[in-house]
């Protein structure tokens, strides 16, 4: 018998193609697939996936009945941060994820911004910034939030 996670926030978005974003995210960034609720058409209406070190995403396929929906979101306009467990964590999600066509961003190191491989913050984490298929922007990296303050 499972136990549902604690509380927690789950990011939601949409996709074009949900079963194809599902996998990527899967095979690139290390996701588990949690449970996928499709129609007889194979049109996912809802997706989970965990994010091993904890938490995860939820996200389903764009369809012409989302226009009633208060979190339509449209694809591609997602962007996420997720932590890793270490600093080679954070190098492995950026290469396997660049190997399965991931785009890598950032900008020349003429203007001061972070370059387009992994980097290390002036705060102490290890980050990485990629693009997934669909256009959604997605951080991974070794910062894991601020304690919060009473």
């Known amino acids: ?7 927690q926030v789950w990011p939601t978005l949409r ?27 194979g049109v996912i209406h809802h997706a989970e996936l965990a994010w091993p070190p904890g938490g995860g995403i939820m996200l389903g396929q ?14 591609g306009t997602f962007g996420g941060y997720a932590v890793t467990r270490d600093a ?6 950026f290469a396997r994820a660049v190997a399965a066509g991931a785009k890598p961003i950032g900008a020349s190191a003429a203007t001061g911004d972070r370059p387009a491989e992994p980097y290390d913050t002036d705060y102490g984490s290890h980050d990485c910034t990629l693009l997934d298929p669909e256009g959604n922007h997605w951080q991974f990296g070794t910062y894991p939030g601020h304690a919060p303050t009473s």
């Open 1 to 7: 018998m499972s136990t549902a996670p604690a509380p």
């Open 15 to 41: 996709a074009r193609d949900a079963r194809a974003l599902v996998d990527f995210y899967v095979a690139a960034f290390g996701f588990t697939e949690s449970v996928v609720y499709a129609d007889e058409q």
């Open 62 to 75: 764009e369809r012409e009945d989302d226009s009633g929906r208060a979190w339509s979101l449209a694809p």
């Open 88 to 93: 080679a964590h954070t190098d492995e999600v």
